[in-house]
């Protein structure tokens, strides 16, 4: 499977740096160092390509945060939180790969599902967490919205917020 995932990580890589429109068989091709034979043994069509990289997308800036938050059952709801917000802003992927998402989303229905999905399932866990954390009904729901939006609108400035400036921010949001 090392090719399938040198697909998906080289389609990562275009998309945050050229848009979804970067996304051709030609530019894979070149930056995987695969050959467009193996490209069509992995995947059946550009189509089930572009299913797929949302799908790893969901996979490496979505699931894998939750599992391994879930996992740290030794921590308690705030600590979690913690690590969850650290594990975030810690990450190296840049933020143009998530604004790229939610571009490409703009014009693909395919991607629009994706990237609601991907903000359901994330809005919906930190609000879990901030409720484990005590906070209730509203206050749980606009708190995550809040973080959620904080984040996401950071990978927008030019130049990038330094991740210990967010890390600041969304602590003051959490008191």
Same mark, same amino acid.
Request: net charge negative; with cysteine; glycine share 8%.
């Given at each position: 499977?090392?090719g399938?995932t040198?697909?998906?990580s080289?389609?990562?890589?275009?998309l945050?740096?050229?848009?979804?429109?970067?996304?051709?068989?030609?530019?894979?091709?070149a930056?995987?160092?695969?050959s467009?034979?193996?490209?069509?043994?992995?995947?059946?069509?550009?189509?089930?390509y572009?299913?797929?990289?949302?799908?790893?997308f969901e996979? @490496?800036q979505? =699931?894998?945060?939750i599992?391994?938050?879930?996992?740290? &059952?030794?921590? +308690? #709801?705030?600590?979690?939180? !913690?690590?969850?917000l650290?594990?975030v802003?810690?990450?190296?992927t840049?933020a143009?790969?998530?604004v790229?998402?939610?571009a490409?989303?703009l014009?693909d229905?395919?991607?629009?599902a994706?990237?609601?999905?991907?903000?359901?399932?994330? @809005?919906?866990? =930190?609000?879990?967490?901030?409720?484990e954390?005590?906070? &209730?009904?509203s +206050? #749980?729901e606009?708190?995550? !919205?809040?973080?959620?939006?904080?984040?996401?609108?950071?990978g927008?400035l030019?130049?990038?917020?330094?991740p210990?400036?967010?890390?600041?921010?969304c602590?003051?949001?959490?008191?």
């Amino acid at each position: 499977m090392a090719g399938k995932t040198s697909w998906l990580s080289s389609g990562l890589e275009i998309l945050g740096t050229a848009g979804a429109h970067g996304l051709t068989i030609d530019k894979l091709v070149a930056s995987a160092g695969l050959s467009t034979g193996s490209f069509y043994h992995h995947f059946a069509s550009m189509s089930g390509y572009r299913k797929a990289l949302l799908a790893h997308f969901e996979e @490496l800036q979505t =699931l894998s945060y939750i599992r391994e938050v879930q996992a740290a &059952t030794d921590l +308690d #709801a705030r600590a979690r939180l !913690q690590l969850l917000l650290e594990l975030v802003v810690a990450d190296p992927t840049p933020a143009r790969l998530e604004v790229a998402i939610r571009a490409w989303a703009l014009d693909d229905p395919v991607a629009a599902a994706a990237k609601e999905r991907v903000d359901a399932v994330r @809005l919906g866990f =930190l609000r879990e967490l901030l409720r484990e954390c005590g906070y &209730t009904g509203s +206050d #749980a729901e606009q708190t995550a !919205q809040i973080l959620y939006l904080l984040v996401l609108g950071a990978g927008h400035l030019m130049p990038e917020l330094p991740p210990e400036r967010l890390r600041v921010l969304c602590e003051r949001i959490l008191g």
